[in-house]
């Protein structure tokens, strides 16, 4: 582990410095650091970071981000590979390092970059030195390092090509691949192991793409990839105790035992175990401490030979030697990975073995070692797709549409625009723009009030209120001498000027009227003066020549002062409709409303609606009016007929109660209006509330036929509109207004003022500005900004009519229908934009591209006006249930994502060359141009790519944007959902069809599998359809995994075997120092680790296909497991003479029980599907069967070392003398039977500690206990036939003697009894040297004691319950405890146990015997008598050429008969093979035992003159048989011999050896008497 310091410390940016906000972002693999942000263009941040990297041939990538408002720009990046950082553990000053804007990728890794940006940033970076390792020391050894560099560099060179063909077709490893596990079995897959994503076997050449500026770090450090390795996994202790199997540790790719001598040039290089490149990240499932070294096989060739620099011209110099060992020793230190070493570039200096070393793992044929091995590095179990951080292109013709649609707009969507072509309309328009332009309302003179108190009664101009006197004062015009209350002042808005001019025509005064006249004029040419961008705005927008715009300036100056003042007036006929929401002033919360109409001095009244707070009138009132300035009063009130009310008529004009008013002016009247007015307060006292609705028809004299205001209107702002799209190249000029009013600012002035003096000359709603204005944007609806303004605009149009206030109770509806534009024209207008919206947000990806921010603001703004049409359509048109907004854009998001993966799919592998593939001279597949195939896998591997970009852009991207429905829209979910859908349905299909060809290797569908599984886990299984779900994409590649499963059984029987062959031809050596097997055990599984470390890391969510893929890998593991165990069963015995190897072996088996219980564990344990589980648990029957079996052969190999062992012992034993009870409680006899004990011990117990004490170093605790307990049977068995009961001396006693080292003496008894007359058997008798006396017994029992707890070992060995019970111990005690039993006891045992002598008769009969007994016991002494009739014989199977002379002899046998009749016979019949007897015989029995301790033994024999009788066939009748019934008569099939287990033949054996013994020998007489051999010619 390198730590690599950094320093920012400053940049140096082109620009000025108020545009710079900027922070520098470090990244190291998948480690991402940042600083802070600093404004100006000579940034210093003086900021320290660390990173822990093993990988020294990636690099650091440096950016340089400036910092925005909505979005971060990148204003540079560089790449600096960690080869060329130096190592010290002081801060440097650093290197300018310059920035480029674009990193260049090759295989999905950085490799440099391109596109100089000019700026720069000043890093420090440097690894730090471990151990404390001193400045000049560090210093010293990289110039020696340098040294060393320059003298191979031409070395170097010439064997580049060789080292890359070689690289190629031997290295076995993808350069993709990041499968190279070498930690124990098993391993998980672990989460953001950045290290081991981008695995390499060799780091990347620096070429084409290297920087000078990255030349700057000197100090070439080319990593070395050591040939010796060891295992450390005690390197942790001092010191280290063997093994058990429980103690043992996790199986790793384990080298070979360590040979090289310390002088050895290769020496150096074991300090290269832990430089391989690994996971930042390791496990073990037993917790124990993973060895991150021992990587590749090491060779058993030792190099102790001295090196002839003179007769061998290839070896290197010995300075050289020294050089490349101070090279490793700062490699070692430095903790860096040799590659000049690892590819091969300095093998020519190294002796041939080291070399053969090296290769030798690749010039196998299946590849070499599991981590090098292509079968698994060419599965890529950790995929990461790289999304591209630009957006992707995917329709780049479409986009151009999209943007000539910006500059075009789309009018055929929306209204008609008739008033852009009405030449009649637009001049009137022009006309009337003028009058309001050139003496605009906003700019008239005030009026100039004084206060002014009546002399007679005075009416109010516009409340029509009582002015008299001082109580009731009012103020009065000095200009125009209009008079009205204080707080009427601000109500009045006409003009004072005019208003003065057109009083004082009326009233004759020429003069007075000339002088105002005089001012208007001036006040005209100031403002023709001082806004001249006015008027030349109006005249170029409606195309009037300049002399034609003065002729029509001036008349419309001429018209203002004479016309408007003298000649203007108009008809207006008002309909009064309708009132709606009055407020109630009766008692009963009603009223009874009435209006009053008054234009001018006229005034009008309509009917009274009594009871009633929403009247309707319909009557009809007609005017004339003289005045422009005129204005029309409405007002409602509740009429009251009670008495006060009529009192108040009396005495004042208002004596009913005012419920509102409107005021509307003349002058903004033109056409038929049908409008609702909001009634409003005449003083702040007033309470009103309510709408009235107004028919208004006013005719103006001269212009009966031009249009309504509100249509000249619309022309005049369409116009204008449409004018400053043409002058501003297509696009939508917005003005910069900000406040609450900012919606009401329409274009930048001067426009702006056209229609708002225009609007305020003619009494335009600003509503109905809003609402034109909004028609006019929707025909550019798709440019920059426009969409916000057009939110914002139908927002406030909403609220105008659906936010109902307390003063009118309006429906919103009928506001709305009530409206001056029309609402079948608004209505229309919206459905035709909503439709078009769809379709662009079905297409936002490509209308609002991800890589223009305004753009998305634009998207962001057109879902909110969406919304707004939906809040339109339900609060103000107020419609039952219109489609939601959510779901509309919710359905044009899918369909958008829709049509994307239909172009990804269709164009997957153009899209794909020119988005990723950076490299133009790389060439293609050309199967991949034809879209997806049997053939090739690639297609899919490229679609996911581009849908992952397409996933990472909705989510980073669109999501942010599309945010106004959060709980029920995510854009990055549902594209994520989307995407998998459609690509889950084609990959299935697709592979269907693959598996019907299976035209690609297993290894490409498992790389795909993987993919895929990335893919899902990191996009798909948190999405809503999918959470919580069971995937299904498992099930589609189960079959390919099955494949590669099945390929996995071939490599995995070739790699046991070449594994198992080349620790054979090393001569099993230990796999490490400590380690008590060899390295076939951890090379199988190594191997197994690295198989279920794919099925591990598949990471499968489905149950049941885990179930079968444990189930399929159960089987894998039974087979290797059985097939090395078969191997080391067939080759045991050539090594059980190699004690030490025999040890190994056996210790290989149980490193297979221990560590298929780890691979049990591994596999899931208890929670382990049964079927697999029942597999693991057979097998592990199996080995320990296997592991038992080599065990008893091994032993088995002692026994004959035991046996002479014994024999001495035996002799040893012989020599202690002495007779009579040994009482082992008193000290002195128990001290002398020790020392007899240890004497008669030595010899076995010599052998015993030369032995077991080399089996404890030499095999693992499990197995030492077998070998112990394999040795206890013998030591036991042999100890009970060689010495308790010795074989026989005489050589014609050895026969048929069993040679199992198992079988117990009792056995070779029966063997020899079964085969030897009775005089044989008495002659063996005779060795009485061989009978143990009592002092011999109690030596035995002494030396059994000593070798149990010799065997226990204090509790190291064999448990003692074990040693106690078992049998061959009880065996041995037993037979010696025989020894001391008496003759009667001895043949109470035998009749007890003896139970199935018969059988031999059952299974070859030879005759039969009629018999009859009688048992009686006498009531007094208590003595049983037994009478035994003899009534025939029949059927005698013997065949003989003299004469036949059959009889039957019956004995009792039992205890306690020495001096009572034993034995009867019958008389004998010549010639009769079924003679006839009955004859009758009495046996008296002894009260002392019960009958059935005794048996009756019946023999037939052919009884011969002169010579013994022959035996013709034997059968025993137990008393205890017929011991309840008393009595039995049956035909006893006659045998051949009677059968006998173990302890009779034991009993035989001991009363044999008692010669002096008549009971006794009569005894062995019967008991092993066999028929005789017939005697025919």
């Known amino acids: 582990m390198s730590l690599l310091c950094i320093c920012v410390k400053k940049a140096r940016l082109t620009g000025t410095e108020e545009k710079y906000n900027s922070y520098v972002t470090l990244k190291l693999q998948n480690v991402k650091s940042t600083t802070i942000a600093v404004k100006g263009n000579n940034p210093s941040w003086e900021q320290d970071f660390m990173f822990e990297t093993m990988r020294l041939d990636t690099g650091l990538i440096i950016e340089l981000w400036n910092k925005g408002m909505l979005w971060d720009k990148l204003m540079g990046t560089h790449w600096l590979p960690l080869m060329k950082v130096h190592h010290s553990n002081q801060e440097g000053e650093g290197k300018w390092l310059s920035l480029d804007s674009e990193v260049v990728m090759r295989n999905g890794e950085a490799k440099g970059t391109r596109g100089a940006t000019g700026n720069s940033v000043l890093i420090d970076a440097r690894f730090e030195l471990p151990y404390d390792l001193p400045e000049s020391e560090a210093l010293e050894l990289q110039n020696k390092l340098e040294v060393l560099n320059n003298i191979m560099d031409h070395e170097i060179q010439t064997l580049e090509k060789q080292h890359r063909r070689a690289t190629r077709s031997l290295s076995g490893m993808s350069e993709d691949s990041d499968y190279t596990s070498d930690i124990s079995y098993p391993t998980q897959h672990q989460h953001n192991s950045s290290a081991h994503q981008f695995r390499r076997d060799y780091p990347y050449r620096y070429d084409s793409l290297e920087r000078d500026d990255s030349r700057e770090y000197s100090g070439r450090y080319d990593s070395f990839d050591g040939y010796e390795r060891e295992a450390d996994y005690y390197q942790d202790s001092p010191t280290h105790h063997p093994r058990s199997d429980s103690e043992s540790e996790p199986l790793y790719y384990n080298s070979r035992p360590p040979h090289l001598n310390h002088d050895s040039p290769a020496e150096s290089r074991r300090s290269f175990d832990n430089m391989s490149r690994q996971s930042t990240q390791e496990y073990s499932p037993t917790d124990s401490r993973v060895s991150l070294g021992n990587t590749s096989r090491q060779s058993t060739v030792e190099y102790n030979q001295q090196y002839d620099f003179d007769t061998n011209p290839q070896m290197p110099t010995p300075a050289k030697l020294r050089w490349i060992r101070a090279f490793e020793q700062v490699c070692a230190r430095l903790n860096e990975r040799n590659s000049l070493l690892e590819n091969g570039d300095i093998l020519g200096d190294l002796p041939s073995g080291v070399a053969h070393n090296k290769r030798s793992w690749y010039a196998h044929a299946n590849g070499g070692p599991p981590e090098h091995n292509p079968f698994y590095t060419s599965i890529d179990s950790m995929p990461e797709i790289t999304p591209r951080k630009k957006s992707v292109p995917l329709v780049s013709d479409l986009t151009m549409a999209a943007h000539k649609r910006l500059n075009a707009g789309v009018p055929s969507i929306m209204v008609a625009r008739q008033s852009l072509n009405d030449e009649e309309l637009k001049m009137h328009v022009y006309k009337k723009t003028l009058q309001a332009l050139i003496y605009p309302i906003s700019s008239t003179r005030p009026h100039n009030f004084v206060v002014w108190s009546a002399t007679s009664p005075t009416y109010c101009f516009e409340c029509e209120g009582l002015l008299w006197g001082l109580a009731r004062q009012g103020v009065r015009c000095a200009e125009c001498g209009v008079k009205c209350h204080e707080k009427c002042k601000d109500l009045l808005n006409a003009d004072c000027l005019q208003r003065a001019a057109e009083k004082s025509s009326k009233h004759g005064a020429e003069d007075k009227t000339q002088n105002i006249i005089m001012a208007m004029k001036d006040r005209m040419k100031t403002r023709e003066k001082n806004k001249p961008e006015i008027f030349e705005l109006i005249r170029t927008m409606f195309s009037i020549g300049r002399n034609a715009n003065l002729c029509h300036l001036e008349s419309v100056k001429e018209w203002l002062l004479e016309d408007g003042t003298t000649k203007w007036s108009a008809k207006i006929t008002i309909t009064v409709i309708s009132a709606q929401g009055l407020i109630g002033k009766d008692k009963t919360g009603t009223s009874d409303p009435y209006v009053t109409v008054q234009v001018g001095k006229t005034k009008k009244r309509t009917k009274t609606v009594p009871q009633e707070l929403n009247p309707v009138w319909n009557e009809i009132f007609y005017f004339e009016c003289h005045n422009s300035s005129d204005r029309i009063k409405v007002r409602v009130w509740d009429e009251d007929n009670d008495l006060k009310s009529k009192l108040r008529h009396k005495f004042t004009r208002e004596a009913d109660d005012f419920l509102g008013q409107t005021i509307i002016e003349v002058r903004t009247l033109s056409g038929e209006m049908d409008v609702w007015y909001n009634l409003e307060k005449r003083t702040d006292k007033s309470a009103v509330s309510g709408a009235i609705r107004l028919h208004i028809s006013v005719e103006i004299k001269g212009e009966e036929k031009v249009a309504p205001y509100h249509v000249q209107y619309t022309c005049l702002h369409e116009n204008l509109f449409h004018y400053l799209c043409e002058t501003s190249g297509g696009t939508v000029t917005l003005p910069d207004a900000k406040g609450d009013d900012a919606w009401k600012v329409y274009f930048e002035e001067p426009a702006q003022e056209i229609v708002d003096e225009f609007a305020m000359r003619y009494g335009i709603e600003s509503i109905y500005q809003a609402m034109t204005h909004f028609s006019c944007l929707s025909t550019k609806y798709m440019s920059p900004g426009v969409p916000a303004v057009m939110s914002t605009l139908l927002a406030n149009i909403n609220a105008f009519y659906a936010h109902t206030t307390a003063s009118t109770a309006v429906s919103a509806s009928d506001r709305f229908a009530a409206s001056n534009f029309g609402k079948e024209k608004f209505v229309k207008l919206l459905d035709q934009l909503h439709n078009s919206l769809r379709i662009d947000l079905s297409v936002y990806r490509n209308t609002f591209p991800a890589s223009d921010p305004g753009r998305l603001q634009d998207l962001k703004s057109t879902v909110d006006l969406l919304t707004s049409i939906t809040f339109f359509r339900m609060k103000v048109q107020e419609l039952s249930s219109p489609p939601r907004a959510s779901v509309v854009v919710k359905d044009c998001v899918k369909a958008c994502m829709k049509s994307t993966y239909q172009f990804l799919f269709d164009n997957c592998n153009e899209l794909y060359q020119r988005e990723y593939q950076t490299d133009p001279s790389e060439q293609t597949n050309p199967d991949d141009?034809?879209?997806?195939?049997?053939?090739?896998?690639?297609?899919?591997?490229?679609?996911?790519?581009?849908?992952?970009?397409?996933?990472?852009?909705?989510?980073?991207?669109?999501?942010?944007?599309?945010?106004?429905?959060?709980?029920?829209?995510?854009?990055?979910?549902?594209?994520?959902?989307?995407?998998?859908?459609?690509?889950?349905?084609?990959?299935?299909?697709?592979?269907?069809?693959?598996?019907?060809?299976?035209?690609?290797?297993?290894?490409?569908?498992?790389?795909?599998?993987?993919?895929?599984?990335?893919?899902?886990?990191?996009?798909?299984?948190?999405?809503?359809?999918?959470?919580?779900?069971?995937?299904?994409?498992?099930?589609?590649?189960?079959?390919?995994?099955?494949?590669?499963?099945?390929?996995?059984?071939?490599?995995?029987?070739?790699?046991?075997?070449?594994?198992?062959?080349?620790?054979?031809?090393?001569?099993?050596?230990?796999?490490?120092?400590?380690?008590?097997?060899?390295?076939?055990?951890?090379?199988?599984?190594?191997?197994?680790?690295?198989?279920?470390?794919?099925?591990?890391?598949?990471?499968?969510?489905?149950?049941?296909?885990?179930?079968?893929?444990?189930?399929?890998?159960?089987?894998?593991?039974?087979?290797?497991?059985?097939?090395?165990?078969?191997?080391?069963?067939?080759?045991?015995?050539?090594?059980?003479?190699?004690?030490?190897?025999?040890?190994?072996?056996?210790?290989?088996?149980?490193?297979?029980?221990?560590?298929?219980?780890?691979?049990?564990?591994?596999?899931?344990?208890?929670?382990?599907?049964?079927?697999?589980?029942?597999?693991?648990?057979?097998?592990?029957?199996?080995?320990?069967?296997?592991?038992?079996?080599?065990?008893?052969?091994?032993?088995?190999?002692?026994?004959?070392?035991?046996?002479?062992?014994?024999?001495?012992?035996?002799?040893?034993?012989?020599?202690?003398?002495?007779?009579?009870?040994?009482?082992?409680?008193?000290?002195?006899?128990?001290?002398?039977?020790?020392?007899?004990?240890?004497?008669?011990?030595?010899?076995?117990?010599?052998?015993?500690?030369?032995?077991?004490?080399?089996?404890?170093?030499?095999?693992?605790?499990?197995?030492?206990?077998?070998?112990?307990?394999?040795?206890?049977?013998?030591?036991?068995?042999?100890?009970?036939?060689?010495?308790?009961?010795?074989?026989?001396?005489?050589?014609?006693?050895?026969?048929?003697?069993?040679?199992?080292?198992?079988?117990?003496?009792?056995?070779?008894?029966?063997?020899?009894?079964?085969?030897?007359?009775?005089?044989?058997?008495?002659?063996?008798?005779?060795?009485?040297?061989?009978?143990?006396?009592?002092?011999?017994?109690?030596?035995?029992?002494?030396?059994?004691?000593?070798?149990?707890?010799?065997?226990?070992?204090?509790?190291?060995?064999?448990?003692?319950?074990?040693?106690?019970?078992?049998?061959?111990?009880?065996?041995?005690?037993?037979?010696?405890?025989?020894?001391?039993?008496?003759?009667?006891?001895?043949?109470?045992?035998?009749?007890?146990?003896?139970?199935?002598?018969?059988?031999?008769?059952?299974?070859?009969?030879?005759?039969?015997?009629?018999?009859?007994?009688?048992?009686?016991?006498?009531?007094?002494?208590?003595?049983?008598?037994?009478?035994?009739?003899?009534?025939?014989?029949?059927?005698?199977?013997?065949?003989?050429?003299?004469?036949?002379?059959?009889?039957?002899?019956?004995?009792?046998?039992?205890?306690?008969?020495?001096?009572?009749?034993?034995?009867?016979?019958?008389?004998?019949?010549?010639?009769?093979?079924?003679?006839?007897?009955?004859?009758?015989?009495?046996?008296?029995l002894s009260n002392e035992d019960a009958p059935d301790a005794y048996e009756l033994h019946i023999c037939t024999k052919d009884y011969c003159f002169a010579r013994e009788d022959r035996l013709i066939g034997v059968s025993v009748l137990q008393l205890r048989d017929i011991q309840e019934k008393g009595s039995c008569a049956c035909w006893c099939h006659l045998g051949r011999r009677v059968h006998l287990d173990e302890t009779g033949w034991t009993v035989l054996r001991i009363l044999s050896q008692r010669t002096n013994d008549e009971v006794a020998k009569g005894f062995v007489k019967l008991k092993s008497e066999c028929r005789h051999r017939e005697e025919v010619e």
């Open 929 to 1484: 141009h034809d879209g997806p195939n049997t053939r090739s896998l690639e297609f899919w591997n490229k679609l996911m790519t581009l849908i992952v970009s397409v996933i990472e852009e909705d989510k980073n991207s669109y999501t942010p944007v599309l945010n106004q429905f959060p709980q029920e829209l995510n854009v990055g979910q549902v594209s994520a959902a989307s995407q998998w859908h459609w690509f889950a349905q084609d990959l299935s299909y697709a592979l269907q069809e693959h598996e019907k060809e299976r035209l690609c290797k297993s290894s490409e569908y498992m790389n795909l599998h993987f993919k895929v599984k990335w893919f899902y886990h990191k996009y798909i299984a948190a999405v809503p359809p999918y959470k919580g779900t069971v995937p299904e994409y498992p099930i589609w590649f189960e079959p390919f995994v099955m494949q590669w499963l099945n390929e996995n059984d071939d490599v995995s029987m070739e790699y046991l075997h070449g594994a198992y062959d080349r620790d054979k031809k090393d001569g099993f050596q230990k796999a490490s120092e400590h380690a008590l097997f060899s390295t076939s055990v951890t090379d199988v599984f190594t191997q197994l680790n690295q198989c279920f470390d794919v099925i591990q890391k598949l990471e499968c969510p489905d149950p049941e296909i885990i179930v079968r893929f444990m189930k399929r890998f159960a089987k894998t593991v039974n087979k290797v497991l059985l097939a090395y165990a078969d191997i080391v069963r067939r080759d045991f015995a050539k090594y059980v003479g190699r004690q030490k190897i025999a040890c190994i072996l056996m210790n290989n088996i149980q490193q297979l029980r221990v560590q298929l219980e780890k691979v049990f564990e591994a596999m899931g344990g208890d929670n382990l599907d049964r079927d697999a589980a029942d597999i693991l648990k057979e097998l592990q029957q199996k080995l320990n069967g296997v592991l038992d079996e080599l065990s008893v052969t091994f032993a088995s190999s002692l026994e004959p070392q035991i046996q002479a062992s014994m024999q001495q012992l035996g002799t040893q034993l012989s020599k202690v003398k002495g007779s009579g009870q040994v009482s082992l409680g008193q000290a002195s006899h128990r001290t002398a039977v020790q020392q007899e004990s240890d004497m008669v011990l030595s010899p076995l117990m010599d052998f015993l500690d030369g032995s077991i004490s080399m089996f404890a170093q030499s095999c693992e605790k499990t197995v030492f206990k077998r070998v112990l307990k394999e040795l206890w049977k013998i030591v036991m068995s042999t100890m009970e036939k060689t010495v308790v009961l010795p074989p026989l001396s005489d050589p014609r006693q050895l026969l048929l003697i069993p040679g199992n080292a198992q079988a117990k003496i009792e056995n070779v008894s029966s063997r020899v009894l079964n085969h030897m007359p009775v005089k044989m058997l008495q002659d063996m008798t005779k060795e009485a040297e061989k009978n143990l006396s009592l002092r011999q017994c109690a030596v035995l029992e002494m030396a059994l004691d000593t070798i149990k707890q010799y065997f226990h070992a204090g509790g190291n060995g064999l448990k003692k319950t074990f040693l106690d019970k078992s049998s061959e111990l009880l065996s041995l005690r037993y037979a010696l405890s025989l020894y001391t039993h008496t003759t009667d006891a001895l043949i109470k045992i035998f009749v007890s146990t003896q139970t199935q002598q018969e059988q031999p008769s059952i299974e070859d009969t030879v005759g039969e015997v009629s018999i009859q007994v009688d048992l009686f016991t006498h009531p007094g002494t208590g003595e049983h008598k037994v009478t035994v009739k003899i009534v025939a014989a029949n059927d005698l199977k013997w065949r003989t050429t003299g004469m036949f002379k059959p009889f039957v002899e019956v004995h009792m046998i039992g205890p306690h008969l020495s001096d009572k009749k034993r034995k009867h016979s019958t008389k004998s019949k010549n010639n009769n093979w079924s003679p006839k007897f009955n004859e009758t015989f009495h046996f008296i």
